[in-house]
């Protein structure tokens, strides 16, 4: 049995008028160049001037940080891989001639959100070292999961489910790692 719905379900109808809807929002020019942005950054420049500065800026606890931060990365790739093999779920514009890719793809397949679950899995790991940087990557995290569905790559589901992941995966990361803990933990 395949994992995702057909389109005829309903929930998958919202999920693709969600879609539709926050699609949109790139028709203005401010708003699809703010979230190629916020894309491109999170294709890993971001999280490797982050790693950078952290390691600049507090040494051999920067690069304890920064190597948790990696580690969980690699794994983050490895699953999203997988799971984007296995569910093999079309992207938005490529199911609905409505929806615009107002960037490039970076691969074929839709669920779940590598960026998402990057961004995710990447600040909460961060976020176990240093709390303070709660300013920069929840706000970061945000616009990287919104411009997935702006930009037409991946459906509102893909990007919920990617959150999941990586809420469960920086949690294993971090109980796993001694000597730090997630927020309110």
């Known amino acids: 049995m395949h994992p995702l719905p057909p389109r005829s379900y309903p929930m998958a109808r919202h999920d693709a008028g969600w879609c539709l ?3 949109r929002w790139g028709e203005w020019r401010a708003v699809r160049r703010f979230f190629a942005v916020v894309s491109r950054l999170g294709d890993g420049v971001f999280w490797y001037v982050l790693m950078g500065a952290l390691l600049l800026v507090d040494g051999i606890d920067g690069l304890a ?3 948790h931060m990696a580690a ?3 794994t983050a790739l490895l699953l ?15 199911s609905d001639t409505r929806i615009q890719a107002w960037v490039a793809p970076l691969d074929e397949f839709s669920f779940p959100s590598g960026h998402t679950l990057h961004a995710v899995s990447f600040s909460l790991v961060a ?3 240093y709390p303070a940087l709660a300013w920069l990557l929840i706000p970061f995290s945000a616009c990287v999961a919104a411009s997935r ?6 459906y509102p589901s893909d990007v919920l489910a990617a959150t999941g992941i990586g809420v469960a995966l920086a949690s294993l990361s971090v ?3 001694p000597g ?3 927020l309110g933990g």
């Open 21 to 23: 809807r926050a699609n």
């Open 175 to 177: 109980w796993l790692v």
């Open 65 to 67: 940080a920064s190597a």
């Open 180 to 182: 730090v803990r997630l």
């Open 149 to 154: 569905v702006v930009l037409g790559l991946h």
């Open 80 to 94: 999203y891989k997988a799971l984007k093999r296995w569910t093999r779920r079309p992207r938005p514009f490529a």
């Open 72 to 74: 969980t990365g690699v």
């Open 127 to 129: 976020l176990s070292h």
